[in-house]
């Protein structure tokens, strides 16, 4: 089975702007999380997506939002860029709504000049 | 909600010998515990996981002991080699069962010295 897809690796944007991040779960599975790891903050929770309906939210500014397609494909848009949003995006994936084991994609790293 | 606190934050071993890395949590509802590893310009690969219902686990050098009384849970690494060399995350759910809600330590960074 392929594992988690995340496009792109690599991003720079500057402030004001807004970014869109992709993720591809592993075949079967419908929960996406996601999540954003700073050196300062480490890993911290962003928000769960199962069958399309976002399950959970992190402490994020509404500036941080997602959506899940009918593929289990999930996005994540980030508006108005700040500095601090610089980080490694990932996404967790796993088969259904119960606490299961999470496999995490590769992340996506955005810079924020 | 869940707090996660790991240490050590860093911890230098000779290849051969253990390593040992403590975390503990703070609801004792949590009832699932994985350990991640993540190498540089990677994601977090889990290495092992562990539920309430068991006291142990291992998978050949790899070992996790969970102590429910206590609220604390243990990765345990023998006969270390190079290649361990990484950044190891404890992890527990945040809220119910039911959730992919996962609250991480801060990590530790693990150098194994040849």
């Known amino acids: 089975k392929a594992g988690v897809t995340q496009t792109p690796r690599y991003l720079i944007k500057t402030r004001g702007q807004q970014v869109t991040l992709s993720c591809s779960p592993i075949s079967g599975h419908r929960s996406v999380s996601w999540y954003q790891q700073t050196p300062g903050q480490g890993l911290q929770f962003l928000f769960e997506?199962?069958?399309?309906?976002?399950?959970n939210k992190g402490n994020f500014p509404g500036r941080f939002s997602g959506r899940q397609f009918s593929n289990s494909r999930s996005e994540m848009n980030v508006s108005t860029l700040e500095l601090g949003d610089s980080a490694l995006y990932l996404c967790a994936t796993k088969p259904g709504a119960s606490t299961d084991t999470q496999y995490f994609g590769p992340g996506t790293r955005l810079t924020v000049l | 909600g869940e707090n996660v606190e790991q240490h050590p934050s860093t911890l230098s071993v000779q290849e051969g010998d253990s390593a040992v890395i403590k975390c503990t949590y703070s609801d004792s509802a949590s009832n699932y515990f994985p350990w991640y590893k993540q190498e540089l310009g990677k994601g977090p690969q889990l290495i092992i996981d562990?539920?309430?219902?068991?006291g142990e686990k291992k998978d050949q050098r790899i070992a996790v002991t969970l102590n429910k009384t206590a609220k604390h849970f243990s990765l345990h690494i023998t006969e270390t080699q190079p290649e361990d060399s990484a950044v190891y995350f404890c992890a527990a759910p945040d809220g119910s069962s039911n959730t992919g809600k996962l609250i991480f330590g801060q990590g530790t960074t693990l150098q194994v010295k040849p």
């Open positions: 997506y199962f069958s399309e309906t976002q399950r």
């Open positions: 562990i539920r309430s219902n068991v």
